[in-house]
């Protein structure tokens, strides 16, 4: 939407770039509060207001003719709806659902969060381009809306409520560890996790991981390659591509994370993905070519690949009672990454003419984050 939004309002790359940032910057900093406020209302009664305040910002950009209002219905409204139904309601979920096989179940949880989104990308690019930007708002407030009643029916919020038992476990299991009831005391978590070296670590290396999916590659790959000369829609393609090949890689990465040390799987996962990164400016073109599709298909394995493992870490470093909050400061880290790079790669863009440094700093990165994991070998876990 970057393109017809400029080209209607006059407006810069960097402005557009801004709205996205606000939106992953609330989004991020929503999640750590999530759990809190599952804790106290109800995962349920979270996720149907979340639901709705989508459905809500989505639908009021249709009628938007100033930046502000863009910043608010899709920065704000969205960012936080958004954020209350990420990968900490999966990491809660799994939680409380799961005592075996949870890095298998959160790889699930986690690649069906990153293909959806790279899924509907070609489809709602197609709409863009047929009918404009409004009728694609319009149909992800009217999906929004639809999952609504679907979750009510469906939905439960632990194995108490059907008479079961958590899976691989006992019905002693089934709250999964209480998450903080207080915003105070979700803030408490994060000045006690903050006193490990475990957490920065963590925190920092998924900062990178959010730079270089969400806020480089799922803000900015369809404008660079349209830089390229390809068409938006062959773009969006690509990167529904990437969706498919996220859903096996996140799987098979909690199919892993239950076998082999996350540690290793972090340091193999950044580190290819840096040397995939150098390569970007040199594979783009008018056309897909064998060296740009083995791009799409290595990152799509790799997308969020990082997510089960990470998870693992805080259960494994911070307990499962802490995990999900600390889990949710240490997403809120990748989403901060994510709203900077955004940013940082629209000001590139608009002051160089082109995305060529936005794609070497994350390179580098992600060389550095495949690095700074090797850390924790020094750290000896608390609740191995």
């Known amino acids: 939407m970057f393109m017809p939004l400029e080209m209607e309002f006059g407006w810069t790359r960097s402005l557009t770039s801004s709205a996205l940032s606000i939106n992953l910057v609330v989004y991020g900093v929503t999640a ?45 409204f969205v960012g936080l709806g958004t954020g209350c139904i990420a990968l900490v309601f999966a990491s809660l979920v799994a939680n409380r659902w799961f005592s075996a096989k949870r890095g298998l179940v959160t790889g699930i949880f986690s690649a069906a969060y990153a293909t959806g989104q790279l899924i509907f990308l070609p489809a709602l690019t197609s709409v863009v381009m ?49 998450a903080p009831k207080t915003a105070r005391a ?18 920092g290396t998924f900062f990178v991981c959010g730079w ?13 390659a349209h830089d390229h000369g390809m068409p938006e829609g062959t773009a969006a393609g690509l990167l529904a591509v990437v969706g498919i090949f996220d859903f096996i890689g996140t799987i098979l990465s909690g199919w892993l994370t239950d076998r082999v040390s996350p540690i290793i799987l972090l340091v193999f996962y950044y ?45 494994k470093y911070f307990g499962r009672a802490q995990s999900p909050s600390v889990y949710g400061w240490v997403f809120a880290s990748h989403m901060i990454g994510a709203a900077i790079a955004a940013s940082f790669a629209g000001a590139i863009r608009q002051s160089q ?20 994991v090797l850390l924790l070998r020094r750290i000896k876990p608390d609740f191995a």
């Open 212 to 224: 270089t999916t969400n806020g480089l590659i799922g803000a900015h790959f369809i404008p660079a």
């Open 130 to 178: 047929t009918s404009g930007w409004r009728t694609a708002s319009l149909v992800v407030a009217c999906f929004a809306a639809g999952v609504i009643p679907i979750f009510l029916i469906f939905f439960r919020n632990s194995p108490e409520e059907v008479g079961g038992a958590p899976y691989g476990g006992d019905h002693q299991d089934a709250a999964g560890g209480a």
């Open 353 to 372: 003419g082109s995305y060529f440094i936005a794609w070497i700093t994350a390179a580098v990165l992600c060389l550095v984050a495949a690095g700074s």
């Open 271 to 315: 580190g290819l993905r840096g040397l995939a990164l150098f390569t970007v400016p040199f594979v783009l073109g008018p056309e897909v070519q064998p060296p740009l599709l083995f791009f799409i298909v290595f990152y799509g394995l790799d997308w969020i690949a990082t997510v089960p493992p990470t998870i693992e870490l805080c259960r």
């Open 186 to 203: 979700t803030l408490a978590v994060l000045r006690q996790a903050g006193k490990k070296p475990a957490f920065w670590v963590l925190a």
């Open 32 to 76: 750590p509060f999530a759990a809190t406020l599952m804790e106290r209302f109800s995962p349920k009664r979270v996720a149907v207001a979340a639901l709705v305040l989508v459905a809500l910002g989505t639908g009021l950009t249709i009628g938007m003719t100033a930046p502000w209002q863009l910043m608010l219905y899709w920065g704000v």
